[in-house]
Structures are given as C-alpha cells and as structure tokens.
C-alpha cells in the first residue's frame, strides 16, 4: 500500500479529545504510516511526547509564535531541558513549532513582535545546541524567518505550511529545508500556491495536514453554513492521501511516485524518523 508521512498534525488537539483513537485508527487504515505531532508551548511538552509514544508517532518540542505573548524566560529553561532528557528519544525529531507570525494583529504590535523574535532567536540557538531540525511556522514572515536562520544556522527541517514566493523557497532550500504544503493545495483558486507546488524541485516537498487546521475544501464549512450554526470542518491525517493525489495531479506524477519521494524527503529534514 502506498504510505504517507504527515510531518504537521496537532494530534493533541482538543478537537481530537472526542475521538483520538478512531482518528488514528483512520490515519493509519488511509496508509498514513506516521505523523509528527509539534509541541506549542511548555504545557503540552508532555502530552505530545506522550501521545507519539502510545501512537507511534513523532513529535516535536518548542514555543509557537501564537504563544509567545504568555511564554516566559521559564519556558524556555523547560525546553532545553525537555530536549537533554530526551535526546535519545527516537520519536522526538525536531524543535517545533516555532517561528514568526506576522498576520495575527495580537503578536504585531512593537512589544509582541519583538517577543516573538525574541522567542525564535533562543529556539534556534537550542535548535543549534542540540543539533535537530526546526518545524517553522511560516505567515507573512518567511524574509525574517530566513534572517534568523542565516544569523543562527541549525541542520535544517520544514518551512510548514509553506505559501511565499519561489524566490522565498528557493533561499529555504539553500539553507536544508523542505516545504510544506497540504490542505490549502486543494482549491481551485489557490493557483499561487498551486503554481509554486507545482515549480518546485520534487526534492523540496513534504506533505502535512496541519489537522485540525487548513481543512481541505471538501471539509471546509463555508461562512455561509457557519453563520447558520455549523462548525469548521475539521481535518485530519486520513485526508493526506486524498489531498497527495491533487499534488500529483497538479505535478503529472503517480500517487505513488509522490508518497515515495515526499517519504524520502521528510526523512531528509527529519533525519530520527523511523
Ligand atoms: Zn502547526
């Protein structure tokens, strides 16, 4: 069977809480052989590593840009030490999520984007003592964020979520990285994003979902149906498959071809997958 490595779910999310097992009973059933689960902030370091453990999954440690405005100096002690204790953990395979969000008009006032900054610059220097990767959230921000991997070098990882422009990704890709992409690649008018997917070196690209965020569109609740009361649609990692095939539609690749290659490329920047 085709297998797939989701290098982006937030499995620990609450929206999981409900139905965790089933979801990673359909994961595995769609041939989702893997996902990495990247810590937020402090308060879920534990839960990830323990949740990879009970799925054989992956996951990550650090501080999201989203939740710098309440992360302390403490935080960050929490993090260098979660890393030394389990540095010989197999299942944690980067520093992540970290990064820097410049659309959320919360952490772009001057305060809360130089904490922001001031968040990814001590990540990536943990990244670089502890030599792993970075899962990088990437919103508005890729120019700063390259700024910061060029003033601090670590080994690599994924630029998630990816959505700038091929001259963005090229500079990513010079510095190790892979990009991600997902559900967003699924509508019609994202011709942007689905020109750049479609530019790319195959080599560049890993697949995620980001559940439970960025439903594909045959998930997503339109403003419409939610102003009548229905919720978001939610996704999850079962949908990777389905949204792999548009990519490989998009690129004129077998599905096959696209899981083969993405396998080899998320173990590239996350060199402790199994
Ligand atoms: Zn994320």
Redesign the pocket.
């Known amino acids: 069977m085709t297998c797939f490595i989701d290098t ?1 779910a ?1 499995l620990d999310a609450r929206e999981f809480d409900a139905d965790r097992t089933s979801v990673h009973q359909r994961a595995r059933a769609a041939g989702v052989a893997c996902c990495v689960i ?1 810590a ?1 902030e402090a308060a879920n370091f534990d839960t990830v590593r323990l949740l990879a453990h009970a799925q054989q999954d992956a996951y990550a440690l650090g501080i ?1 840009p989203l939740y710098t405005p309440q992360a302390t100096e403490s935080h960050l002690t929490q993090l260098d030490a979660g890393l030394t204790a389990h540095r010989d953990d197999p299942r944690l395979v980067a520093v992540g ?1 970290i990064g820097l969000d410049g659309f959320v008009p919360e952490v772009n006032t001057p305060n809360a984007l130089a904490k922001q900054q001031l968040f990814y610059k001590a990540q990536l220097k943990l990244a670089q003592q502890h030599q792993l990767p970075v ?1 990088l ?1 990437v919103r508005r921000s890729a120019d700063l964020l390259l700024k910061g991997l060029r003033d601090t070098p670590v080994v690599g990882g994924i630029a ?2 990816f959505n700038g422009s091929l001259q963005q990704a090229q500079a990513f890709i010079a510095l190790g990285f892979k990009l991600g992409f997902g559900g967003a690649l699924t509508y019609d008018r994202a011709l942007q994003l689905r020109r750049l997917a479609t530019e790319l070196p195959l080599s560049a690209i890993v697949l995620e979902t ?1 559940a439970p ?1 960025i439903p594909p569109h045959w998930r997503y609740t339109t403003a419409e149906r939610r102003g009548a009361g229905e919720p978001q649609g939610r996704n999850e990692p079962a949908e990777l498959p389905r949204i792999a095939q548009v990519l490989a539609e998009l690129r004129g690749i077998s599905l096959d071809a696209l899981a083969q290659a993405t396998h080899i490329n998320a173990r590239q920047a996350l060199p402790r997958l199994q």
């Open positions: 982006h937030h990247p937020v999201h999520e899962i959230h998630h979520a980001d965020d």
